[in-house]
């Protein structure tokens, strides 16, 4: 690995100088942190970085260093079931390990590493085999078979296959190709931002039947295509504009006075119905964060609208409006606080 130094951060994009080494979109660690971030932009050897953590609390001089490897994605068993986040992060080992709030910097297996799978080879030694034909597979689930194939670009023939339980990084068949010895597991790591080869695309004909019949009625998915629900939780947008907002200098503003203060302190985006501002300067506010009042930096500012909002009022005659998911902090009968979705209350 080699590195260099942050040279400005400015919400989650951050300007690094000597990296000479780096290419575009190779993975990037950022700050003390090591926070998680990707090479957008060069110029000679200073690079433009999505980082795709909070940046709050890391300035200039601290070091980047680089994987020198692009964005991946683990693909092989273990990710029927699983909940991830955009860079592929396993949420639920995540939170066994943090609590419900993602450490910044941590870094963990997409795949379980310990877990054994039970490979069944449809292949025999001696057999000759190229890209994408399957060798063997692995009941993931009741209803789920995962197809082990040969990697992209290894072709040859079959010298050692083998049945049994093995985790996902042992060697479960051997290729020779062109006299050298290619390993074979039951993952890989793949480019988010390269295309997968394939011999034919096959138009999506049958429906993905969800269970779920907002998504069923409203936006079916078929079978092979692709779907995206936005919209994180703790991302602001399930609050009215007359929401106030503790700042860190210990003033109320409400959310639609923040918004139209700060709405153009920045790159600004608008589109249907929805603005956001990217801010130059970041705003300190204070926030609850594992179980304390924390100050923390706002990297932007957005507005949008709904067509449903629930008022909710409180013990001592304070109101909320917001929408029908938006968690709420609440006291449970052992006193522990607790979030719950407003619909539910």
């Known amino acids: 690995m080699s590195g260099g130094r942050i040279v400005k951060v400015s919400g ?55 994987t020198s490897e692009p964005l991946s994605v683990e693909l092989g068993p273990g990710l029927i079931g699983g909940i991830y986040d955009g860079i592929q992060r396993p949420l639920t080992v995540i939170r066994e390990m943090s609590g419900n709030w993602i450490a910044r910097g941590i870094d963990i297996p997409n795949l379980d590493r310990k877990r054994k799978w039970t490979f069944k080879p449809t292949r025999k030694k001696g057999d000759q085999v190229i890209t994408g034909d399957i060798i063997g597979t692995v009941q993931e689930t009741e209803l789920v078979v995962q197809k082990i194939m040969v990697p992209p670009g290894i072709a040859g023939e079959v010298t050692m296959i083998k049945a049994g339980d093995f985790t996902v990084e042992e060697t479960v068949c051997q290729i020779k190709q062109n006299g050298e010895s290619k390993d074979v597991r039951m993952s890989q790591h793949w480019p988010v931002r390269k295309m997968r080869p394939v011999k034919e695309k096959l138009p999506p004909l049958e429906p993905l039947v969800t269970g779920q019949r907002v998504i069923d009625t409203f936006f079916p998915v078929a079978k092979g295509g692709t779907a995206c629900i936005p919209g994180p939780f703790g991302s602001g947008k399930c609050v009215t504009g007359d929401t106030p907002v503790l700042l860190a200098n210990g003033q109320l503003e409400l959310i639609s006075d923040i918004y139209e203060k700060n709405k153009n302190h920045g790159k600004r985006t608008i ?60 006291i449970n009968g052992s006193l522990e606080i607790v979030e719950q979705e407003a619909w539910k209350l």
């Not at 204070?286 to 930096?297: A, E, R, V």
């Open 12 to 66: 989650p994009l951050v300007i690094a100088s000597d990296l000479s080494d780096v290419k575009m979109y190779d993975v990037v660690k950022v700050g003390w942190p090591q926070l998680i971030g990707e090479v957008i932009g060069l110029d000679g050897n200073t690079a433009s970085i999505q980082v795709y953590e909070e940046t709050a609390g890391i300035g200039p001089d601290e070091p980047v260093v680089t």
């Open 271 to 330: 589109s249907d119905g929805e603005e956001y501002t990217v801010l130059d300067r970041p705003l300190e506010v204070f926030t609850y964060q594992n179980g304390k009042i924390n100050q923390q930096k706002v990297s932007a500012v957005y507005k949008g609208k709904t067509t449903r909002i629930i008022e909710i009022k409180t013990r001592t005659g304070r109101t909320a409006k917001v929408t029908p998911i938006h968690k709420l902090f609440i």
